[in-house]
């Protein structure tokens, strides 16, 4: 099961963009999955919000997440309550290769986000 949360397209492009790994994914979530879609778009990899709160309210900030079903939800909260003013764009994935093929195809096609 994959799934690519509809996210608008930021009303601006971002002053930041951050890539978020849930809690719980081996960091070849990263190295395998990301790896393509990270050297394309350079986001600032974090695993928490602690980093991006310092970022100055005045500058957008765009949050890909990556997570499984079983704890997206944890992550969009942990975001809503952190950084409501952040564009948040969600990807659910089930498996290491549904996120690569996902991922991957972003940098293909030079798409930063989601859908719009």
Do not use: C, N
Not at 23 to 40: M, N, S
Not at 81 to 88: E, G, M, R, S
Not at 94 to 106: C, I, P, V, W
């Amino acid at each position: 099961m994959s799934e690519e949360q509809p996210t608008p397209v930021p009303k601006r492009a971002p002053d930041f963009h951050f890539l978020m790994f849930a809690p719980g994914l081996q960091t070849d979530w990263f190295f395998v999955a990301a790896r393509r879609y990270w050297q394309y778009f350079r986001p600032i990899v974090v695993d928490e919000t602690d980093l991006i709160a310092h970022i100055p309210p005045d500058k957008a900030v765009t949050i890909t997440t990556l997570a499984r079903s079983d704890t997206a939800s944890f992550l969009r909260d942990q975001i809503r309550q952190d950084l409501p003013d952040a564009q948040h764009d969600e990807l659910i994935y089930e498996t290491l290769e549904e996120a690569k093929a996902a991922l991957d195809a972003r940098a293909d096609s030079g798409a930063r986000f989601g859908p719009e």
